[in-house]
């Protein structure tokens, strides 16, 4: 059953407080107890949760017993698990940037970047957008270059599906796909444009061979526009086993860009 405002009110105020607690909670082994009986938004949780027995809604009144497993020593993983009930029953599907995945994250670290650049033409979904930057951002990219109406990290579904890595990859607007394909060629670049074309090489016989290599992908529905295809030096198909004989856009270039990366790290051996 949908919430009433007031219990969608409760809820939207619970699950902001536990989002602000994981994103203060220290870096340590998500299994490793923390003492936080005397956090006070920690409390307030408590309270809140232990407050939805006073719910119009049978489901969230059901949720409120929670608050006793939010003891007061307590690891990541234990206070993940509380929240999961509450995800759920929220009206809105969980995005992905509301998953806090961050141990690991270094911020001392410096970005190690490879001659490897990405040209996106006509993109439509700002999600997707957001992936390849955090995917780019991984793979120590040196620069995207956005054509046509691609979203930028100025639309908030980009930024926030970017997750904070579109400040840290370098990009730029490039009207057209062909233009950007010309001057990264006068840079010394391969371009290679990922499409599922009958002249294409799969991926698993392309020889890269250490090359600065820039890919280009195109819209989710139509690929890469005719003149742009004219532009490469190259068209890449990824094998497929089942019946689509396509995938996600971001999926696709992560396949192909790590196997760049294996190549090109390869070379340098």
């Known amino acids: 059953m949908s919430l009433g405002s007031a219990d969608q009110a409760r809820l939207n105020g619970i699950l902001k407080l536990a989002r602000e607690l994981e994103l203060a909670w220290p870096r340590l082994d998500r299994y490793q107890l923390r003492t936080v009986s005397a956090n006070p938004d920690y409390l307030e949780l408590k309270r809140r949760i232990a407050d939805c027995m006073a719910a119009d809604a049978e489901s969230l009144r059901r949720l409120a017993p929670s ?3 939010l003891h007061d020593e307590i690891s990541l993983s234990h206070f993940y698990g509380c929240l999961v009930p509450f995800e759920r029953l929220s009206s809105r599907a969980l995005r992905d940037d509301e998953f806090l995945v961050q141990e690991g994250d270094d911020a001392n670290k410096d ?5 490897l650049k990405l040209i996106v033409e006509n993109l439509r979904s700002a999600f ?4 390849l930057f955090r995917t780019s951002e991984c793979l120590g990219v040196s620069e995207i270059l956005l054509c046509g109406y691609t979203p ?3 639309d908030d579904k980009t930024s926030r599906t970017a997750m904070g890595t579109s400040s840290l990859v370098p990009w730029r607007r490039v009207d057209r796909a062909p233009t950007a ?3 990264l060629r006068k840079e010394g670049y391969t371009i290679v ?3 599922t074309s009958t002249i294409a090489i799969s991926l698993n016989d392309f020889k890269f061979d250490g090359r600065p290599l820039a890919f280009v992908i195109g819209n989710e529905r139509f690929g890469i526009e005719g003149d742009t295809l004219q532009a490469v030096d190259s068209v890449c198909r990824i094998p497929v086993r089942g019946i689509k004989n396509s995938m996600n856009v971001g999926v696709a270039f992560g396949i192909a860009a790590f196997e760049w990366l294996r190549q090109f790290e390869s070379a340098q051996r």
Do not use: Q, W, Y
Request: hydrophobic share 35%; net charge negative; charged share 25%.
């Open 152 to 154: 930028g990290p100025d």
């Open 193 to 195: 444009a990922l499409e």
């Open 111 to 115: 970005a190690s970047r490879v001659p």
């Open 181 to 183: 394909c010309r001057e």
């Open 128 to 131: 997707n957008v957001g992936a």
């Open 67 to 69: 608050a006793t497993h």
